[in-house]
């Protein structure tokens, strides 16, 4: 009787911290897996249809709001067919020399700025290819984090197994910022110069992409100089 009393009373053990720690770890895990799992179902369903929405765009959308900025959002994704060779070839010139033939990662551009920074003490310089600008616009943000580089990783390789190179560098240009609220080839070329996609000229398309690394601060009318550095390379890449 004594020690059935003795049972019925007992309090269930506590749990210690190295168990809480294990639960958050497959939470963790678990959310992560799913968030990937949904992230290779849209980049399957992103080979035959055009993307509605970005995370980027929805967190320039969030800025706006929180900081009751005017937001005038202008987005109008078009097809291969529908984009200039010449604004094609200058992003992979400028942006992504190496992109037809990385898996994804340019391990000799990383080199390069690795040594850069060793030599001049200044921080590594990015050294992203187009198919992690796809993927930071696609599915994350443009605030750098460790927790952003590490999904980068695995979501950049799974892009790179389902999405055709073309394909990679037609929705980059759709989904690329090139103003603020300006989203996507077509509506920068409309935003910048009353034009489509389609009839940009060598010179505009080279200004367009060269606002590329800071879209939210440079001009067309103003990259003259860094046009003319990507024109050149277009030239040498046979284009």
């Known amino acids: 009787m004594?020690?059935?009393?003795?049972a019925a009373t007992s309090k269930p053990p506590r749990r210690?911290?190295?168990?809480?720690i294990g639960s958050l770890i497959r939470?963790?895990?678990?959310?992560?897996?799913?968030?990937?799992l949904a992230c290779t179902l849209l980049l399957l369903a992103y080979r035959v249809v055009l993307p509605p929405a970005t995370t980027v765009q929805l967190q320039r959308a969030v800025e706006a709001a929180a900081t009751q900025t005017p937001y005038d959002f202008q987005y109008r994704?078009?097809?291969?067919?529908?984009?200039?060779?010449?604004?094609?070839?200058a992003a992979?010139?400028?942006?992504d020399a190496r992109f037809y033939t990385h898996g994804g990662f340019d391990m000799e551009e990383l080199?390069?700025?690795r040594e850069d920074a060793e030599r001049t003490g200044r921080p590594m310089r990015g050294a992203s290819t187009l198919t992690q600008q796809l993927v930071k616009n696609l599915f994350l943000t443009t605030h750098r984090s460790i927790v952003r580089k590490a999904l980068e990783i695995p979501l950049t390789?799974?892009?790179?197994w389902i999405l055709p190179k073309e394909r990679i560098l037609t929705l980059y240009l759709d989904v690329a910022e090139w103003g603020p609220g300006v989203f996507g080839i077509e509506a920068a070329a409309q935003y910048h110069y009353g034009t489509s996609a389609s009839a940009l000229t060598r010179e505009q398309a080279a200004r367009l992409v060269a606002c590329l690394p800071a879209p939210l601060e440079r001009l067309p009318q103003d990259m003259g100089r860094t046009s003319?550095?990507?024109l050149t390379r277009m030239r040498q890449m046979g284009w």
């Not at 994704?77 to 070839?89: N, T, Y």
Request: no cysteine.
């Open 2 to 6: 004594a020690r059935r009393k003795a």
């Open 16 to 20: 210690g911290p190295l168990r809480w």
């Open 27 to 36: 939470i963790l895990t678990a959310v992560t897996l799913g968030y990937l």
């Open 77 to 89: 994704p078009v097809s291969e067919e529908a984009q200039d060779a010449d604004v094609r070839h």
């Open 92 to 95: 992979v010139a400028s942006e």
């Open 111 to 113: 080199r390069r700025a």
């Open 157 to 160: 390789l799974l892009a790179e």
């Open 228 to 230: 003319s550095r990507i």
